[in-house]
């Protein structure tokens, strides 16, 4: 017996409602979060009926992949690169991207601040927080964060928007999100990139402004 077709519009009208209500009950308008569809590594059955639904964030984890997937579909999007970046697909990401979300060492910066004034144009930055201290996983750890935001704007002259985070799963994510908005604050930074299809509604709840969804709204891979 064939399994019921996953449907990609309905999940997202879904996870859009589920949005609404925790902005709702923590005294956020709705409007105030963004709805980032992680694309990444999904079938292209899969994301069209999320894009014919009028999702037009979307984020993506490797340059290639993005490139691949969106180049000639760029037209009223808003690509988001939510993974690692290698610094020699730095121009590869400026030139595709609108927004960079994980700049998390000073070469990265070094190389971004080169790239943009080569191409006259500059993505969205947000510094990525590996607020576990996760050895695995990429990102400035918390006690660095303020020091590389300042390195970032005065030694590279980089406009740095916001911060982002990815929780470690064995931990309840609150704590973590409330540590990234803490440090967001006090380097007075607006934009939080938290909450995933697990965490989300406790990311809105913390003050998350985007939120990067991928099972949720495509089903699991």
């Keep these: 017996m064939t399994a019921p077709r996953f449907d990609s519009a309905a999940a997202r009208r879904s996870v859009l409602d589920r949005i609404s209500a925790a902005a709702g009950a923590s005294g956020r ?33 490797r340059v290639q992949e993005a490139m691949e997937r969106w180049a000639e579909r760029r037209e009223g999007l808003e690509l988001r690169l939510i993974g690692p970046l290698q610094t020699n697909k ?14 998390d060492r000073p070469k990265l910066a070094r190389v971004l601040a080169e790239e943009i004034a080569k191409a006259g144009k500059a993505p969205r930055l947000y510094v990525q927080v590996n607020t576990g201290e996760e050895p695995q996983k990429a990102g400035v750890i ?26 470690p799963e064995a ?5 973590h999100f409330a540590l990234l908005a803490k440090i967001a604050a006090r380097n007075g ?3 939080l990139s938290m909450g ?20 949720a709204l495509f089903g699991a891979r």
């Design 196 to 215: 995933m299809s697990a965490d989300f509604e406790t990311a809105v709840r913390f003050g998350a402004t985007s939120v990067r969804v991928g099972s």
């Design 142 to 167: 918390p006690t660095e964060a303020d020091s590389f935001v300042a390195a970032c704007r005065g030694e590279y002259g980089l406009i740095v928007e916001g911060l982002m985070c990815i929780p």
């Design 171 to 175: 931990e309840p994510a609150g704590p």
């Design 90 to 103: 730095a121009r590869e990401a400026i030139a595709l991207f609108d927004v960079i979300e994980t700049v």
């Design 29 to 61: 308008a709705p409007g105030d979060v963004t709805l980032v569809a992680v694309s990444k590594q999904q079938p292209w059955e899969h994301i069209a009926p999320v894009l014919a639904a009028c999702q037009t964030v979307f984020g993506e984890n």
């Design 189 to 191: 930074l607006t934009k």
